[in-house]
């Protein structure tokens, strides 16, 4: 499968700092961190970690004064590493009063993302004014994008969903002479918040490519619906991703399965995978995990793929085990210096093979690969490059001659920068 066999669903093309999404611009991973924002020193590390792993926005949580005062200064630390990641600004609640007393912050963010279900309510009547633009927060965090030319997402959940809208289609569905189950209307009260929403924003002077709409859940099928029904109905650029994916493999599969299916049917324009981290895991996890997504699909490059064989009673010995798990980590630790140096080279495919049965023809097929010997096979591991046998290994330095072997193949077959 390459990308080219996939038709995109059109839509806007929206600018977030240096990166474009939507209007056929290539998928783009994002992610969010987990730190206090207001501890600046481990935001910006986070931030810059994040990126670093491929992240190409980055998201961090804005709902406190201090948090408001530190965005400035993460985007300044990070300025000063060289990372020029774009920052989205995470409001709920209280986004329009932060904005407004901190327009440093402001100014300082790329995006900002506002949730309709609890933007806020005017502190006269409690409830939205749209006839009092002033006094609506909503209007309020949309003029202030406006004044400082920066895109919106609008953010709508199944958790924070706006009440007013639910209940107006609930009773909009019991006059029906066949009402529909509570699980469809809330899903269609999802896709009216968002439309509803972005056609206020437009309304209020923000342009229709400055938007970006989202209507997250956490299951799967619920997801597939709502999002196949979002791009029939407009052509604002969509960001796709489970409102709370799990842990761990539960959290892989859940994300895969829903954004898979979505990609393949050409809908979405960026993508978060919302893993739940191990205790002192590493945020990374879920952007390798979307770039994979992506680059299984044939939809983006991000870095070498190893392929290895699972293993069977041909391979009792776990050699070719560790040396695969030794050569992924090894390309995923030069990405962020070969990235700069080399173009092409994160479509580069490696071959990690354990016996005789597949092992070279897997390899060659491989940009470069490596053929182990099975259990009762010779003491031998002959290595492909390009599809031709250059040579065999053999003795205790296998990992550290194949890693040698595969630098200096990167060295030589890609065009430096």
């Excluded at 499968?1 to 240096?18: L, N």
């Excluded at 896709?191 to 342009?207: D, H, K, N, T, V």
């Excluded at 799967?220 to 991703?241: E, N």
Aim: proline share 5%.
């Amino acid at each position: 499968m390459s990308a080219a066999m996939i038709k995109r669903c059109p839509s806007q093309r929206v600018p977030v700092g240096k990166v474009a999404l939507g209007g056929g611009a290539p998928v783009v991973v994002q992610s969010m961190t987990n730190t206090d924002t207001a501890n600046i020193a481990k935001t910006a590390q986070q931030v810059f970690e994040l990126a670093q792993a491929g992240s190409e926005l980055v998201r961090i949580t804005v709902n406190t004064p201090e948090a408001a005062a530190a965005v400035p200064r993460i985007r300044e630390q990070l300025d000063d590493l060289g990372c020029d990641v774009p920052l989205i600004g995470d409001f709920h609640y209280n986004g329009h009063r932060l904005l407004g007393e901190f327009p440093e912050c402001a100014q300082a963010l790329a995006k900002y993302r506002i949730n309709p279900g609890n933007v806020g309510r005017s502190r006269q009547s409690g409830k939205l004014l749209a006839g009092h633009p002033e006094e609506d927060p909503f209007a309020i965090m949309v003029a202030t994008a406006v004044r400082y030319g920066k895109p919106v997402r609008i953010g709508v959940n199944w958790g924070s969903l706006d009440h007013s809208v639910v209940a107006r289609m609930m009773d909009e569905n019991s006059r029906l002479s066949e009402p529909g189950d509570v699980r469809e209307v809330t899903r269609g009260a999802l896709i009216a918040s968002a439309l509803e929403s972005a056609q206020r924003a437009e309304q209020l002077g923000m342009p229709h490519d400055r938007i970006v709409l989202s209507c997250k859940v956490s299951e799967v099928q619920d997801l597939i619906a709502v999002y196949r029904a979002l791009a029939q109905q407009c052509d604002y650029a969509l960001h796709l991703g489970l409102t709370e994916a799990g842990m761990g493999s539960k959290g892989i599969v859940a994300s895969t399965a829903a954004l898979a299916v979505l990609l393949q049917e050409g809908i979405g324009d960026t993508i978060r995978v919302s893993l739940t981290p191990e205790p002192g895991g590493s945020r990374t996890q879920e952007v390798v995990v979307a770039q994979e997504i992506l680059q299984t699909m044939g939809l983006r490059a991000f870095a070498p793929m190893v392929t290895a064989c699972p293993g069977c009673g041909r391979t009792t010995s776990t050699v070719f085990q560790e040396l695969a798990q030794h050569i992924q980590n090894h390309l995923r630790a030069q990405m962020p210096v070969w990235r700069g140096q080399y173009s092409g080279v994160e479509e580069m495919t490696v071959a990690v093979m354990g016996c005789i049965v597949n092992g070279p023809g897997e390899s060659k097929m491989a940009n470069i690969g490596i053929s182990l010997p099975g259990t009762g096979e010779s003491p031998a591991a002959p290595v492909f490059i390009d599809g031709e046998k250059a040579m065999t290994l053999r003795g205790e330095h296998i990992a550290e001659e194949f890693t040698r072997i595969v630098n200096e193949y990167v060295a030589r077959k890609y065009v430096k920068k």
